[in-house]
């Protein structure tokens, strides 16, 4: 590691003590700029990693409710605006128990550069709160909701900061904060996005992170004169990532043998096709029960407590959380001839695992490139809310597709400028960072 490297690390690390996942996502970035920051000492001189990664706003808040049983509960409420240089805050939120600041700086800073990639106009956000919506009733999660918003919506607008879903925030909590929104502040604009097709939302939004880092496989493999046809292919999650990564795989000839959700996974050696994706999708949607209840239903292997990373497969879609595949899953995977890993959660590879991926040569797609689809059409859902219009599927599909295609090519440009051929980490943090670096030049010491 280079002596700017070290140097930086260790005031990162100092400034954000207990944010492991923070400093994780911080280094990888800053790991890949370090040959940039070479080329271009105006980026050293203006303190501008300095400055990145600091959030411009951090707000932090009480949200009290009250249970079925009447009890007062309380949970805390976050939003981090990292950064609007291009555009205004935009990112998810995520409700889970195990959401603390570290984990939301991760996501926010993350959110700056895939959003850059994007090729939209959007800066980054990202928000949530420890609240569990597992087991809770419909009503609770309702008024969970709305004390959330009741302070929330204040730093919101459709020019300011637009949130949108992420883990156990889904259709039914964006309804209810939309809903909260619009009546606080008497306005109905397009503050959120994967919002119901009725009330402003996109067709294929729900869909677009599976298909999106699909997309990104299919570009990847591209490179090699291969494509996903007959390929055997392990995901992880059950939840929105996965069902669409899994339809759009199948569709494009591949064969999805797992699923998983944190109590285990199951393996399906005959294929996870479109009438199982729709028990699946009735199971976690509707149901809202656990996966192994497919493997009950069709008498297939359930791994209890286990990651599906052990499965012999050609591709990985890892779809559930960060950190899910480490580096004994890593190995286990290149040890079984998985040569293909396209991200569709957000740094769900530690930095042994991304280290052996690299090293092997694989075709590795980080999150920032490969679950960018899922940004990228909240921000076709924007345009479309500003035009008061709204696009059909084709249309849509067919420019979230193009958006990945440029997504790749932007990867594989930076790769070649700085002679780090097949390093898609690389590529997709150089070239995240350029529009946001030279935005923050050209509007000064904000
Ligand atoms: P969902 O809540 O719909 O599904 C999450 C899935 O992952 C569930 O099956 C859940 O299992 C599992 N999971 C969550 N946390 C853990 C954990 N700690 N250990 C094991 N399994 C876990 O979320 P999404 O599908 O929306 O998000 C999945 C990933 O994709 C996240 O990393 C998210 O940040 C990323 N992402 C999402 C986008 C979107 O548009 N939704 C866009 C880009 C990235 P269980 O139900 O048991 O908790
Ligand atoms: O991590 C992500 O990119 C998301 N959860 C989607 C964010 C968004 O604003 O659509």
Request: hydrophobic share 35%.
């Amino acid at each position: 590691m280079s002596d700017f490297v070290n140097s930086f690390m260790e005031m990162v690390r100092a400034k954000n003590p207990a944010q492991p996942e923070f400093i994780q996502a911080v280094q990888e970035v800053i790991e890949s700029l370090a040959p940039v920051m070479d080329r271009h000492p105006e980026y050293k001189e203006m303190k501008l990693l300095e400055r990145m990664v600091i959030p411009e706003r951090i707000i932090i808040f009480r949200v009290p409710w009250l249970d079925d049983d009447g009890t007062p509960q309380v949970n805390t409420g976050y939003r981090i605006e990292f950064n609007s240089a291009i555009g205004p805050y935009k990112g998810g939120l995520r409700f889970h128990p195990t959401v603390d600041l570290g984990i939301l700086k991760f996501l926010g800073f993350e959110q700056v550069y895939k959003n850059s990639l994007t090729t939209l106009p959007m800066g980054g956000g990202k928000g949530g709160s420890d609240f569990d919506p597992k087991g809770k009733s419909d009503n609770e999660v309702m008024k969970f909701c709305q004390s959330f918003m009741s302070e929330l919506f204040r730093h919101l607008g459709p020019n300011t900061d637009i949130p949108a879903g992420d883990i156990g925030v889904g259709g039914r909590e964006i309804g209810y904060m939309f809903g909260t929104y619009k009546k606080l502040a008497n306005e109905f604009t397009g503050v959120f996005t994967g919002k119901g097709r009725s009330w402003g939302g996109s067709l294929i939004r729900p869909e677009a992170t599976g298909y999106g880092a699909t997309y990104f496989a299919r570009e990847m493999l591209k490179t090699r004169n291969d494509s996903l046809e007959g390929k055997i292919c392990t995901v992880s999650g059950s939840g929105n990532v996965a069902q669409f990564c899994t339809e759009k795989v199948t569709q494009l000839g591949g064969k999805v043998v797992t699923l998983s959700d944190s109590s285990g996974s199951i393996h399906d050696p005959d294929g996870i096709d479109a009438k199982k994706l729709a028990f699946v999708m009735d199971l976690k949607n509707v149901k809202r029960g656990r996966i192994k209840e497919y493997a009950d239903k069709y008498g297939c292997e359930y791994l209890e407590g286990k990651r599906p990373w052990g499965v012999k497969c050609d591709c990985a879609f890892p779809s559930a959380t960060q950190n899910e595949i480490d580096a004994n899953d890593a190995k286990a995977l290149l040890d079984n001839g998985c040569f293909v890993v396209s991200e569709g959660a957000n740094m769900p590879s530690t930095p042994d695992a991304v280290e052996l991926f690299l090293k092997a040569g694989i075709l590795f797609g980080p999150g920032k490139a490969a679950n960018a689809g899922g940004v990228a059409t909240s921000g076709l859902e924007m345009s479309q809310n500003s035009i008061r219009l709204s696009w059909t599927r084709e249309e849509v599909d067919e420019k979230l597709d193009g958006i990945m295609v440029a997504i790749h090519d932007q990867c594989v440009s930076a790769m070649n400028e700085y002679d780090l051929k097949g390093n898609y980490v690389a590529g997709a943090n150089i070239a995240g960072f350029k529009k946001v670096a030279d935005a923050m030049i050209a509007q000064g010491l904000v």
